[in-house]
């Protein structure tokens, strides 16, 4: 997509180096959601360049983003012509679940071992704000971050690849009572508890994430993805299966480094 086209859903796309970084750019609406981000969102997952090492997703202004647009939840309320959530009542089944699958490739892309993706959560993170920040990597919360999953409160189930992650972080009893309430999750909670990777006052949000981008920067491309590899399928693999995964990438690293002195 052009610049205008991800602008006109909402979005920036930048590159710098080896660092690339999303801002969901609504502030007025404090980064609310809809379909045609979720799209634009999906569309940058599919032209990250392989040189990008590092994603960083983030809110502009105060807020990294409110949720779903509730705009987005009346049929009439958004506009001619504008895909909202709405319109699903209108689908099969079947269409339906073929559009939140759409929806859903905005936010899987994160998971690409070829980069680390990190979230800069500042002020409140719901319901797909929270999923979008748990398809992250990382995570770095300012101190006024308040993170929310809040389908339950209306009527719905968290259905953009949020769940999964939420129950890696905090365990099964965790995640449902987190969801099922629909409570707000503090910072300093989400460190506890192991939402957050680091929490920093306001002031030093922008510094700390450089200095985590240069860290993870520097090691060889193909040592970070390999390892992001082996560790996003660790949990469903056998103790055997793991290992044999571990020896064959390290074989593969041993090469590249070989193939590298020799040149």
Same mark, same amino acid.
Do not use: H
């Given at each position: 997509?052009?610049? @205008?086209?991800?602008?006109?859903?909402?979005?920036?796309?930048?590159?710098?180096?080896?660092?690339?970084?999303?801002?969901?750019?609504?502030?007025?609406?404090?980064?609310?959601?809809?379909?045609? *981000?979720?799209?634009?969102?999906?569309?940058?997952?599919?032209?990250?360049?392989?040189?990008?090492?590092?994603?960083?997703? %983030?809110?502009?202004?105060? /807020?990294?983003?409110?949720?779903?647009?509730?705009? *987005?939840?009346?049929?009439? #309320?958004?506009?001619?012509?504008? @895909?909202?959530?709405?319109?699903?009542? =209108?689908?099969?089944?079947?269409?339906?679940?073929?559009?939140?699958?759409?929806?859903?490739?905005?936010?899987?892309?994160?998971?690409?071992?070829?980069?680390?993706?990190?979230?800069?959560?500042?002020?409140?993170?719901?319901?797909?704000?929270?999923?979008?920040?748990?398809?992250?990597?990382?995570?770095?919360?300012?101190?006024? +971050?308040?993170?929310?999953?809040? &389908?339950?409160?209306?009527?719905?189930?968290?259905?953009?690849?949020? /769940?999964?992650?939420?129950?890696? +972080?905090?365990?099964?009893?965790? +995640?449902? &009572?987190?969801?099922?309430?629909?409570?707000?999750?503090?910072?300093?909670?989400? *460190?506890?508890?192991?939402?957050?990777?680091?929490?920093?006052?306001?002031?030093?949000? &922008?510094?700390?994430? /450089?200095?985590?981008?240069?860290?993870?920067?520097? =090691?060889?491309?193909?040592?970070? %993805?390999?390892?992001? @590899?082996?560790?996003?399928?660790?949990?469903?693999?056998?103790?055997?299966?793991?290992?044999?995964?571990?020896? &064959?990438?390290?074989? %593969?690293?041993?090469?590249?480094?070989?193939? *590298?002195?020799? #040149?």
């Amino acid at each position: 997509m052009t610049p @205008e086209e991800l602008r006109s859903a909402g979005l920036v796309y930048e590159v710098t180096g080896e660092v690339a970084v999303v801002t969901l750019d609504r502030p007025e609406v404090r980064n609310a959601q809809t379909p045609s *981000m979720w799209r634009a969102l999906a569309a940058i997952g599919e032209q990250v360049a392989d040189d990008v090492r590092v994603v960083v997703v %983030r809110g502009s202004g105060q /807020t990294f983003s409110a949720g779903l647009d509730r705009a *987005m939840l009346d049929p009439s #309320g958004a506009g001619d012509g504008v @895909e909202t959530v709405a319109g699903l009542l =209108a689908m099969s089944d079947e269409d339906a679940s073929a559009a939140i699958e759409q929806f859903q490739r905005g936010f899987t892309w994160l998971r690409d071992p070829r980069f680390v993706s990190v979230a800069v959560v500042q002020g409140y993170a719901i319901g797909a704000g929270f999923q979008l920040a748990l398809s992250c990597d990382l995570r770095v919360l300012a101190e006024d +971050a308040q993170l929310c999953m809040k &389908e339950s409160a209306l009527g719905l189930v968290p259905d953009l690849t949020g /769940t999964q992650p939420l129950v890696d +972080a905090v365990g099964y009893a965790r +995640a449902l &009572e987190i969801c099922a309430t629909a409570r707000m999750v503090s910072a300093e909670e989400a *460190m506890a508890i192991g939402l957050a990777n680091v929490v920093v006052p306001v002031a030093a949000l &922008e510094a700390t994430v /450089t200095d985590l981008a240069a860290a993870l920067t520097a =090691a060889l491309p193909g040592a970070v %993805r390999e390892t992001k @590899e082996l560790l996003l399928a660790a949990s469903s693999r056998t103790l055997d299966e793991q290992r044999r995964f571990e020896r &064959e990438a390290q074989v %593969r690293r041993f090469r590249e480094l070989a193939a *590298m002195l020799a #040149g």
